[in-house]
């Protein structure tokens, strides 16, 4: 079945920390993959994504994400964190063929601390 | 450009009701998505409308439905409401060129 696995549900890291949050999808085919943030009382904000060519993806707040064909990984990361950093964030994968519909894994909630 | 804008933002209804959210996407897009998010199941797509025509469905009872209009606004019905059909509903206005898709802010339904 396709699916995203995100492993942790939390993550805690300390401000100007490296983040790292994981995501392993379940496809056989490589889909389009995507990251989103969500604040509190809010919508699902765009980060970053991955359709075709390079494989290391530039999002926007600094953030960045690499798809791993092999490891059948899109780990989301950011050299060092800043306090409005700390929302929930969600891996979510799109078939080719699958117009828009979006499956998302069930989230990482990312706590910063001073 | 204006974002994806939802309408209204809270409702709260009782058991047995039936209940309509709108959604206005981005100008220029076609396709309007609906997910539902809940703390137990997470973010589910509902379905999603092209030019007025219902193109791919979650795995929802039928007493979820949706439409859109010739001006791309999407409404989601939904009838005979349960309780578990409390969550915030994300509508995403679909950009066919980039591939992406942008969200709107939620209607949060609370169902009593």
């Known amino acids: 079945a396709q699916s995203v696995t995100q492993l942790g549900s939390h993550v805690s890291v300390s401000e100007g920390a490296l983040v790292l949050l994981r995501c392993n999808y379940s496809?056989?085919?490589?889909?389009?993959l995507f990251w989103y943030v969500q604040y509190p009382n809010q919508g699902l904000q765009l980060l970053l994504k991955y359709t075709t060519g390079a494989t290391l993806v530039k999002g926007i707040n600094g953030f960045e994400a690499e798809f791993k064909k092999s490891e059948t990984s899109f780990h989301l990361t950011k050299p060092s964190a800043h306090m409005s950093d700390a929302a929930e964030y969600f891996c979510?994968?799109?078939?080719?063929?699958?117009?828009?519909?979006?499956?998302f894994g069930a989230g990482t909630r990312l706590a910063v601390h001073p | 450009k204006a974002g994806v804008t939802q309408t209204p933002r809270y409702l709260i209804k009782t058991r047995g009701q039936q209940v309509t959210l709108s959604c206005s996407p981005i100008s220029g897009h076609r396709s309007v998505s609906w997910y539902q998010q809940t703390p137990g199941q997470g973010l589910q797509f509902l379905f999603e409308y092209f030019s007025e025509t219902q193109r791919n469905k979650g795995n929802f009872p039928g007493r979820f439905s949706g439409r859109q209009f010739s001006n791309s606004r999407s409404e989601m019905n939904v009838s005979t409401l349960e309780l578990g059909d409390s969550a915030l509903y994300l509508c995403?206005?679909?950009?066919?060129?980039?591939?992406?898709?942008?969200f709107g802010p939620g209607t949060r339904l609370t169902v009593l």
């Open positions: 496809s056989s085919v490589p889909p389009y």
């Open positions: 979510a994968f799109r078939l080719l063929g699958g117009y828009n519909k979006l499956i």
């Open positions: 995403a206005s679909g950009d066919s060129n980039t591939d992406t898709q942008y």
